[in-house]
């Protein structure tokens, strides 16, 4: 148990509609990650938060997509009108600011059909 | 930009063999880097890192070593047993700091491991 928390852990949704997710990070990891990760790839980075601060986006994050941490704890990942190609699996990691290793929730498998 | 890329699998052994995971890097500065290890049904776990150029990172009986004459980290193991079972990535950081909380980490594309009894 690495202690981060993703829910839900499947989401199977129709093209067009929206999904929230959710991610509990360790208590005091002030630095919380989403991933997206798709069959047979490794993990590839969205976006991070340090605290409430959204500080980088990655080019993967469409308008479609949005995310907030508003009291630097919990975090949402929310996809808007849902396409196929949104179909993957939603890593959350979190850490404290310096030299610790990042810590992985199981991850929220999302398919759009 | 920064990339890994890891031998392709999946890989089958049989328990007690010999485990050798490639895996190169392209980055710019001075990267950390990381295994990765994601058993049936579970999370990301770190295996093991490496923060400099030498540097052993070890645990559970794995092995690499940061090597940037070749820009290489290599899993090894000396004998896998059946538990050993998972898909392995190599990873780096791409901020010279020493530790995987760095602004992101950068994955391989994974290789599933096999141990057979």
């Known amino acids: 148990d690495t202690g981060v928390s993703q829910d839900p852990r499947h989401k199977i949704t129709k093209r067009g509609q929206n999904v929230t997710f959710r991610c509990d990070p360790i208590?005091?990891?002030?630095?919380l990650y989403w991933y997206r990760q798709t069959l047979g790839q490794g993990p590839e980075f969205l976006t991070y938060?340090?605290?409430?601060?959204?500080?980088?986006k990655s080019r993967l994050l469409s308008d479609r997509f949005s995310a907030e941490r508003p009291k630097g704890s919990f975090s949402t990942l929310e996809i808007q009108r849902t396409e196929q190609g949104d179909s993957a699996m939603y890593l959350c990691?979190?850490?404290?600011?310096?030299?610790?290793?990042?810590?992985f929730g199981q991850g929220t498998r999302l398919t759009v059909v | 930009g920064d990339s890994v890329t890891q031998m392709e699998g999946p890989v089958t052994l049989s328990e007690e063999a010999f485990l050798t995971i490639n895996c190169t890097y392209t980055?710019?500065?001075?990267?950390?880097l990381f295994w990765y290890v994601q058993y049936p049904g579970e999370g990301l776990q770190l295996l093991l890192k490496a923060t400099k150029a030498d540097d052993k990172g070890s645990n559970k009986g794995f092995e690499a070593t940061y090597r940037k004459e070749t820009t290489s980290f290599h899993l090894e193991k000396g004998s896998v047993q059946v538990s050993d079972s998972a898909v392995y990535f190599c990873a780096l950081s791409d901020a010279g700091i020493s530790s995987g909380s760095a602004r992101q980490l950068t994955f391989g594309s994974g290789t599933q491991l096999t141990v057979l009894p």
């Open positions: 980055a710019t500065g001075y990267p950390s």
């Open positions: 208590s005091e990891h002030n630095r």
């Open positions: 938060f340090q605290n409430e601060a959204q500080l980088e």
């Open positions: 990691a979190s850490t404290k600011k310096m030299n610790t290793e990042a810590f």
